[in-house]
């Protein structure tokens, strides 16, 4: 069984520019998270998808975008970066119909860490 | 709104002393609550979780937690720390409708004396 995968590893942007995360789900799972950790706290829900559209989001603005793919893979999409965005960016996977008590258990990626200069 | 408050954001045990992490929770129902464990560098993984079967739950690595409606608490255990152990743990609370997205503690990292 394959895990949550993300690319990159690392990431490093200068404020204003553009950038796109990746995720690849373990295998059979549908729905993907993503959640945005800041150096020494705890992760904070930015949005889920299921069945390619957004079921909802955290306290983020708009300029955090995101898509999932047929294959259940995701991207997150940042634009005009602050260096407030500098984090790890971490996905989840999980398994079941929107609102199911499944889609809880989450298995997370390994991140990919953004600085933003 | 869900919230988990994590009681302690260092704890120090030597090796072979019990492990004790705390978590309270604030949720108008009881809630599904989940410890996950971060090493360096790393994403998350899921130590156990509660689903509103046993209020006991056994995860992996030998931890467990109980949870306790009445105290709103679902606090972490080991019998005996390990030195592999050191590492941030994260209590976290999933809504019980809808996207069922996770709100995390603030951690605490377990630090493990030889």
């Known amino acids: 069984e394959t895990g949550v995968t993300q690319s990159p590893t690392h990431l490093i942007k200068t404020r204003g520019q553009q950038v796109t995360l990746r995720c690849s789900s373990q295998?059979?799972?549908?729905?993907v998270s993503w959640y945005q950790q800041a150096l020494g706290q705890g992760p904070q829900f930015i949005f889920q998808y299921y069945r390619e559209e957004e079921n909802g989001r955290g306290n983020f603005p708009p300029r955090f975008s995101g898509l999932q793919f047929p294959n259940y893979s995701s991207e997150l999409n940042v634009n005009a970066l602050e260096l407030d965005d500098s984090a790890l960016y971490l996905c989840a996977s999980s398994l079941g119909q929107f609102g199911s008590a499944k889609t809880s258990e989450q298995y997370f990626g390994p991140g990919t860490r953004l600085t933003v200069t | 709104a869900q919230s988990v408050t994590q009681l302690g954001s260092h704890v120090s045990v030597s090796e072979g002393a019990l492990v004790l992490l705390r978590c309270n929770y604030s949720s108008s129902v009881p809630p599904y609550l989940f410890w996950y464990v971060q090493y360096p560098n790393q994403g998350l993984q899921l130590l156990l979780k509660y689903t509103s079967a046993a209020t006991l739950v056994k995860g992996i690595n030998g931890f467990e937690a109980e949870f306790k409606k009445s105290e709103t608490s679902f606090h972490l255990t080991k019998p005996s720390a390990h030195m592999s152990d050191a590492a941030e743990y994260f209590c976290?609370?999933?809504?019980?409708?809808?996207?069922?997205?996770?709100?995390f503690g603030s951690g605490t990292r377990l630090q493990v004396q030889p």
């Open positions: 295998s059979g799972h549908n729905t």
């Open positions: 976290a609370v999933s809504e019980i409708t809808g996207r069922r997205a996770l709100t």
